[in-house]
């Protein structure tokens, strides 16, 4: 088994996805990542769409006026909801849960990306979590914070550039 530093130094967003569907088994074990992630005092205020209708892809793609439109060739989205009423740390909740399934797509040879949702617009100016909520016919409970669009890689990309990373680590961190 790779450690976990290697993954995260190979994942890089992928916005280009081959022809072919994720398996069941594939589905599950990102469901299961999802699931398993940390949540404030164990309450799991998250909830997970798993979409595959081709349709249903195309109209999540217009959800926002930028950064969504190449969900169409996506093969699978999870959108990554949560409920207020659970916990008020929802976004950090839902957000733990997103990454972890993320990193798993890395883990299993996937590509994927986030795409945000909260807080965004579509080109006609609606609101992109109503747009969402529209097409899946949601709860209203539930606030839509992003959805991951996840397939097969269309392409490579190389991993994490080191030297940035080194770079970041002198701007970013402070140590006492
Ligand atoms: C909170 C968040 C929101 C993001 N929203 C989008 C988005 O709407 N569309 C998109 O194509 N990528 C989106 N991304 C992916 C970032 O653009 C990407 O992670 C960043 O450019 C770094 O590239 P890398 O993931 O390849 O390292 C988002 C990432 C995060 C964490």
Not at 99 to 126: H, P
Not at 139 to 162: D, S, T, W, Y
Request: proline share 3%; with cysteine; charged share 25%.
């Amino acid at each position: 088994m790779e450690h976990f530093s290697e993954l995260a130094e190979k994942r890089r967003s992928h916005r280009k996805f081959a022809d072919e569907r994720l398996t069941e088994e594939q589905i599950q074990s990102l469901l299961d990542v999802a699931l398993m992630a940390p949540t404030s005092k164990g309450l799991h205020s998250y909830s997970f769409c798993v979409v595959e209708n081709p349709e249903k892809l195309t109209a999540l793609s217009q959800c926002k006026d930028m950064g969504s439109q190449f969900v169409s060739g996506a093969p699978c989205a999870i959108v990554v909801m949560a409920d207020p009423e659970i916990s008020d740390v929802w976004i950090e909740d839902s957000s733990t849960a997103a990454m972890s399934i993320l990193y798993q797509s890395e883990a299993l040879g996937l590509g994927a990306c986030w795409v945000q949702v909260r807080n965004r617009k579509d080109s006609e100016g609606r609101d992109s979590e109503a747009v969402v909520r529209g097409i899946l016919s949601l709860p209203e409970n539930l606030r839509v914070v992003c959805f991951l669009a996840i397939g097969h890689k269309g392409m490579e990309r190389k991993g994490q550039n080191m030297e940035k990373i080194s770079a970041l680590k002198a701007d970013k961190v402070i140590r006492m």
